[in-house]
């Protein structure tokens, strides 16, 4: 099974947890339903957009996929009134989470795009780290907040390259594309919330 077969179950995952971690930071600076909306879009789909843009690549992943964009708006409608409640007995710890899978699987989905369009091992893996950053960094700026990848301190963007070239070397190594596509996804969460809990800084 060719990695690209497996890409929209990942896909599907990192925009659950994208737009869960969008729909809390919306929530904290108290927008309404459209603002909401908007930093989920952003936080889901930035990433994706960008990553397409510069591969040349078209329709956009979720143009290809509007069911995605479909998800987000009634999310949105059902988060709206819930994270109201939610930040009061959700600890602030799953939204760390949510933003870790985001980023883990969004990369890996952008490796696997680029992989199969036939970019080299080096721009495959930047393409998978703009996949997994770049919503991030949109949400902060459209939040006023100097984006978490340039001041975080933790691995990021690291933990997203370093599993995106992981990713590249156990596929070559012969590893299946779908059970390699899904280890090196844990594999850059595990390493970024491991890196948040024992505050493990490359500064």
Known sequence: ?????????????????????????????????????????????????????LLDRRPFFWVEHPHYIVLILVLTLIATPLLRVAQRVVPPTLFVVADAIGLGFFSIAGTSVAHELG????????????????????????????????????????????????????LDAGVPASLATWIAAALIVAVRLIAWRWNWTIR
């Open 119 to 170: 970019s080299p091992p080096v721009v495959a893996a930047m393409m998978g780290v703009v996949t997994g950053v770049f919503g991030g960094v949109l949400r902060d700026v459209l939040l006023n907040e100097v984006p978490m990848v340039l001041r975080d301190g933790r691995p990021y963007a690291l933990a997203a390259l370093a599993g995106c070239a992981f990713f590249l070397l156990i």
């Open 1 to 53: 099974m060719r990695a690209e077969a497996v890409v929209p179950a990942i896909e599907f995952v990192a925009v659950l947890a994208a737009a869960f971690s969008g729909f809390a930071e919306a929530r904290n600076k108290k927008m309404d339903a459209v603002g909401v909306f908007t930093v989920a879009f952003i936080t889901a789909f930035g990433g994706g957009t960008l990553r397409d843009v």
